[in-house]
């Protein structure tokens, strides 16, 4: 692609040109959480909010001059389906937090049910560029999924290595989409470190999550789609004068409206990192103004980021995870360096949740916004509840919470959540009227 000029190591600032053939490591230094470069100063004079605006393709490929990749076919079912995932307001949430807007956005919804769908659809057409036709991953689960269902979408195959105690729902997906699926008897970092290693030894294209640099380039789709989907918001609001900058809801805008804050659960890092770029793409084409504050939050179990971030380090102490949020289970953090720095560059903060807090913000969130999150995903929510308390958040703000997968993936955790048994009664009026009485 004409516009993907570099890869980037933010260790060295070392650019390696975009050669044909795999890269995760740079040549230099050897950091494996390399960043894609894109000619942004030429996609400028180019592609403009009106000209996406204007398309009727509500999957991410409507930003397809953002992308490194090449677009896939029209027939190719779910490459083509990811992304377009609504962004509820949710006017009970604003209530809980003390009238700041709430806004949350639903990645629940992609076809495997988690954000990691996005990441995983451009690498799959990143392989194909590549000809390759086997793409192996190590993952907690989400990413594996995604990556088996866009692989199989594309033609291609996909091994995949989870933790042994991966959530079952997650396991069945593997199964149905055809995945070459391994079980490690140990944590998702021991799987990682084997997927590495395999991928070295074994020729394989790895789309590890902080290790192929692709990864960024799609979950940077959701920040463009916020930022869309908000403009068009406040575009029908045209009641509140607060926005009386924006065009009628009939001419497209020339700018896109981005939030004051963004709260993402983080584990590895690369989905707050993906984010940040997103954001920041946004902000060196002129589609945006300014950069939201981004709050990364972390469960206690599984806080290396937060940890770092706390002694104002960028070294990370490996930690033993252990906590019911498996999605953000990493001892070591394969893309700490990026996702502290994305969160210090945005003007943020890293949160910390007790299991106990996600738990009570899956419910939350179910009944504040009628979404189901998997434990992963309700812990930004949980992060934006515990800051609410903490420090007070202006009620002129937009803030968005990012739910980054669905809680059919482990009704287990929401069972827990919900604490109370159901009613079983007989088939009959007396039974019911005695049940409701
Ligand atoms: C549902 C969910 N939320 C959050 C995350 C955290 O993303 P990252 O590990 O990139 O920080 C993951 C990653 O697996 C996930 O599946
Ligand atoms: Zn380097």
Redo the contacts with the bound molecule.
């Keep these: 692609m004409g516009r993907f000029v570099a890869f980037h190591c933010r260790a060295c600032g070392e650019r390696t040109p975009p050669e044909p053939a795999p890269r995760f490591a740079c040549p230099g230094c050897g950091f494996e959480a390399l960043d894609v470069e894109l000619d942004l100063a030429a996609i400028r004079r180019t592609v403009t909010p009106a000209l996406i605006g204007a398309r009727r393709d509500p999957s991410l490929w409507r930003y397809r001059e953002l992308l490194p990749v090449a677009m896939p076919r029209d027939d190719e079912g779910p490459l083509r389906q990811v992304g377009g995932t609504p962004l509820y307001s949710s006017p009970r949430a604003s209530a809980r937090i003390g009238g700041a807007r709430v806004h949350i956005k639903d990645d629940g919804r992609l076809p495997t049910g988690?954000?990691?769908d996005r990441a995983s659809a451009v690498v799959a057409m990143r392989a194909r560029e590549l000809g390759v036709d086997c793409i192996l991953a190590a993952?907690?689960?989400?990413?594996g999924v995604a990556i088996a269902a866009m692989a199989q979408a594309a033609g291609m195959r996909a091994i995949v290595l989870v933790p042994a105690a991966a959530p079952p729902a997650k396991i069945a997906q593997l199964m149905l989409f055809g995945a070459r699926l391994l079980l490690v008897r140990g944590t998702y970092d021991d799987a990682f470190r084997l997927s590495r290693e395999a991928s070295r030894e074994l020729g394989l294209y790895c789309r590890n999550?902080?290790y192929n640099p692709f990864t960024v380039e799609g979950?940077k789709t959701v920040s463009f789609e916020i930022c869309e989907q908000l403009t068009q918001q406040a575009a029908r609001a045209d009641s509140d004068p607060s926005r009386a900058e924006l065009s009628a809801p009939d001419a497209p805008p020339s700018k896109w409206l981005a939030p004051d804050r963004v709260y993402?659960?983080?584990?590895?890092?690369?989905?707050?990192?993906?984010v940040a770029k997103g954001f920041a793409d946004l902000l060196a084409l002129g589609f945006i103004e300014r950069m939201p504050r981004l709050f990364g939050v972390q469960s206690a179990g599984s806080a290396a980021i937060a940890n770092a971030w706390r002694q104002g380090s960028e070294h990370i102490e490996r930690v033993s995870s252990n906590t019911l949020a498996d999605?953000?289970s990493?001892d070591m953090?394969s893309?700490g360096l990026r996702?502290l720095r994305a969160v210090r560059d945005s003007g943020g903060d890293y949160l910390v949740v007790s299991d106990s807090a996600i738990l009570s913000a899956i419910v939350e969130l179910a009944r504040d916004a009628t979404v189901f999150a998997?434990p992963?995903?309700a812990?930004a929510y949980a992060g934006l509840l515990h800051h609410a308390q903490e420090s007070a958040i202006p009620p002129s703000e937009d803030v968005v919470v990012l739910v980054?997968?669905t809680g059919l993936?482990d009704v287990a955790a929401a069972t827990r959540a919900v604490a109370a048994a159901p009613t079983t009664i007989d088939p009959s009026m007396s039974a019911l009227r005695q049940a409701l009485s």
Aim: aromatic letters at 0%.
């Design positions: 988690s954000l990691k993952s907690t689960g989400n990413a999550t902080g979950k993402v659960s983080v584990g590895d890092g690369n989905i707050i990192v993906g999605s953000i990493a953090p893309d996702a998997e992963a995903a812990t980054t997968g993936k």
